[in-house]
Structure formats: structure tokens, C-alpha cells
């Protein structure tokens, strides 16, 4: 056997023990990442899962996308599958009936329904607020779901005067209509 004539480091670490070492954390690492899917599998909309398998009925499911402190986020809440086939990515332009409302007091400030017209707008570019663009794009084609937003996903502390309050929380029901040439 060759010895190593190295002189000894605190950093190393000798290769048996290194590869037992690299065994163990490979094992450790794979169930984590397995438990953390099967908890997070629970909350997540069914088109994360892998091959299509579904652990959670369509309706009613609920995700939680949230930011940097317990005020930031947006809520995701199924109130109607979709297709469950077809999701917007980046760059799409999407078309959607929404009824925006304060969270506060569920007064109404915006309604694409009540205008009869559709809301067109590209996803995840920034055209919207945060809470739009992380929460609509986990929406499948013909989905209604209801988005609760925070004020750091909305219009943050400055609101949008005289229509939306500084620091509210709001409240989208929405229904992905088509995505680009695709529609419902």
C-alpha cells in the first residue's frame, strides 16, 4: 500500500473516510429531498407533481408562494380546475376575467366582469403586480382561483391613490381565459 506522506491537515480528510462520508450525505440528501416533495406535494398545484400524479382532489386546492417575512406573498386558492395541460411560462400573453377587492373590507375597485372586456397582459415580465405574476402562472388553462395578496406582492406601502389604500391586502378572483392562441 502507498502511504500518504503529506503532512497532516485539519481540512483533510482521509479517502475511506471521505467516501463513507460522501455515501451517508447522498443517502441523507435523497430522503430529505423526498420528504420535503411528499410535504410540499400537500400544497402544491397538481401540475408540480411528477408524471401528472395527483395526491390532492382539483378543487379548492390552496398554494403558498411567500417572500421574505410573513407579509409577503400571494395565496392561491382553486375555486375551478383548469385543464390541468396547459400552464403559462414566462412571456406568454394571457387573457383573464379578474375582480380585484380589498381584503380589509371586501370593497371593489376593479372589474374586468363588470366591464364585459377580458384583461390581456404578458406574464411573468413585470406588467403586473408581483402577486399576478408568481400566482397566475400556476394556473392552468380554464382555471378560476382566487389570489389573496399582500401588500409587498401588491402596491406596497404607497397603495395606489385614491383606488387602493397604502399597505393593503388584496383579493383577486380570476379566470385564466386562453394563454396566446389557446383558449378555454
Not at 106 to 119: C, L, M, Q, Y
Request: with cysteine.
Amino acid at each position: 500500500a502507498i502511504l500518504d506522506k503529506r503532512p497532516h491537515h485539519p481540512l483533510r480528510i482521509p479517502a475511506a473516510r471521505l467516501s463513507r462520508m460522501a455515501s451517508k450525505f447522498c443517502v441523507t440528501s435523497l430522503l430529505l429531498l423526498s420528504a420535503l416533495c411528499l410535504c410540499n406535494a400537500w400544497q402544491m398545484p397538481t401540475h408540480t407533481l411528477l408524471s401528472g400524479l395527483s395526491l390532492r382532489q382539483p378543487s379548492q386546492q390552496r398554494v403558498v408562494l411567500r417572500g421574505g417575512g410573513p407579509r409577503m406573498g400571494v395565496e392561491v386558492t382553486t375555486t375551478k380546475a383548469g385543464d390541468g395541460k396547459n400552464y403559462p411560462q414566462k412571456g406568454d400573453i394571457l387573457s383573464m376575467h379578474y375582480t380585484g377587492t380589498l381584503a380589509k373590507d371586501g370593497s371593489k375597485f376593479d372589474s374586468s366582469v363588470d366591464r364585459g372586456t377580458p384583461f390581456k397582459f404578458q406574464i411573468g415580465v413585470g406588467q403586473v403586480i408581483k402577486g399576478w405574476d408568481e400566482g397566475v402562472i400556476k394556473m392552468s388553462l380554464g382555471e378560476k382561483a382566487t389570489l389573496k395578496i399582500s401588500p409587498d406582492y401588491g402596491y406596497g406601502e404607497r397603495g395606489f391613490p385614491p383606488v387602493i389604500p397604502p399597505s393593503s391586502e388584496l383579493v383577486f378572483d380570476v379566470e385564466l381565459l386562453a394563454i396566446g392562441d389557446k383558449k378555454a
